[in-house]
């Protein structure tokens, strides 16, 4: 599903306890040292009898990743508040861990960036075979997106295990079953595996793209870890979870299609070049609360050359692009991924109350440009 070119809220990972001294964390050498790998117990579920077979076939696709946190990872989770996601993975070793999925048999795997950036450098992916065994592998390359909250990392071996992934027109159902694999609260619990369904599609939930929401129990230290169909396939890649009393099973995961893009990118550019009108929108007062809404965006600020050469002024409103209606930032986002800055598209707008079409040539956005400021950090940050 992937480029030719590879061969072949709360977010949950880098998990960590900051309760030891950083000066007495493990060094490197000493990683995966304190602990016993034992392959899962593979059972077949009653409710569905093929649940032992996918898990055995996926789980040596699935690695955990390991490695010092960094002292902004360290002074953030200091200062998270208790009634949050209930703070990270609890590893007496003061390590940071999470997990990743590998997509090339020559070392390329894709995680969450939030899992790679909260790591010092000399961050470490330990790789498990059916016959229980494991491996341990120094990351050598990094290219982290964190508007995507996907990253793709390159160690050094070769004949790996790689999953296999939907194709990008098989979309996930609401009731699905679903896998989830991944190194959830300790390294002794790697490759770990919950069931549930699908519960949602299309969330648009504290990020850039549309997100699949599920009832798998998904743990911190389970970011960047799959969650995988009842065909044995990825669907997409665990990602946040909200958690706070009388909250439950409410979990967010990054769709394949969104995953092959953004990873296709990295590999191919080591960035994601996306396509962007050059404008700042605000969102109708339903669809910041998630109603469902035909409300259009209007323009709060033209920021690039192109969007201004294009006749666009602070106040116009936003319908369509090339024919197709965008009402919220997800949808616009969602709809750009089909699109390469530097192509030209037109735009149904209202402008001082006439409804006109601009001709204009996509910028390259940066990561700020994709943030939805038309939201306050209240709104933005619902209670988890």
Do not use: C
């Not at 809220?9 to 790998?37: C, G, K, N, R």
């Not at 960094?70 to 993975?89: C, F, L, N």
């Not at 300790?186 to 519960?199: D, E, F, K, P, Q």
């Amino acid at each position: 599903m992937f480029s030719s070119k590879i061969p072949a809220i709360v977010l949950l990972a880098s998990a960590f306890t900051v309760s030891a001294p950083y000066a007495t964390m493990a060094s490197a050498a000493d990683w995966t040292s304190h602990y016993t790998y034992q392959a899962p117990q593979l059972g077949a579920s009653s409710t569905h009898p093929g649940y032992s077979k996918i898990i055995a076939k996926v789980s040596p696709s699935v690695v955990g990743i390991v490695g010092v946190p960094t002292p902004e990872a360290i002074a953030e989770e200091s200062g998270s508040d208790d009634s949050g996601d209930g703070g990270y993975g609890q590893d007496k070793e003061g390590i940071a861990f999470g997990s990743g999925v590998i997509i090339a048999s020559n070392g390329w795997i894709v995680t969450n960036a939030h899992v790679i950036d909260s790591m010092e450098e000399g961050a470490k992916v330990i790789t498990s075979e059916a016959n229980g065994q494991s491996k341990t592998y120094l990351v050598k390359e990094i290219y982290s997106d964190t508007v995507s909250d996907l990253a793709l990392i390159k160690i050094n071996a070769t004949g790996l295990k790689t999953a296999s992934f939907v194709s990008g027109n098989q979309k996930p159902e609401v009731g699905e079953q679903v896998i989830a694999i991944g190194t959830p609260l300790s390294l002794s619990l790697r490759n770990s595996a919950t069931s549930g369904i699908i519960s949602g599609v299309n969330r648009a939930v504290d990020a850039s793209y549309s997100l699949l929401q599920t009832d798998a129990a998904i743990n911190p230290g389970n970011s960047g870890g799959p969650l995988v169909n009842m065909d044995g396939k990825v669907i997409g890649i665990n990602t946040m979870k909200y958690e706070a009393l009388g909250v439950d099973n409410l979990g967010f995961t990054i769709p394949a299609d969104t995953v092959e893009y953004i990873i296709d990118q990295l590999y191919e550019y080591g960035e994601v070049r996306r396509a962007y009108i050059g404008v700042q929108l605000q969102e109708s007062e339903d669809a910041l609360i998630g109603m469902p809404t035909n409300d259009a965006m209007t323009v709060t600020k033209v920021q690039s050359a192109a969007a201004k050469k294009a006749g666009i002024k602070e106040g116009d409103v936003l319908y369509s692009i090339n024919g197709k209606r965008v009402h919220t930032t997800v949808e616009l986002n969602e709809l750009l991924k089909a699109y390469a800055p530097g192509q030209t598209v037109k735009l149904m707008m209202q402008s001082g109350g006439d409804i006109v079409s601009r001709t204009l040539k996509l910028a390259q956005a940066q990561p700020e440009d994709l943030i939805d400021s038309s939201q306050t950090e209240e709104e933005a940050s619902p209670e988890q």
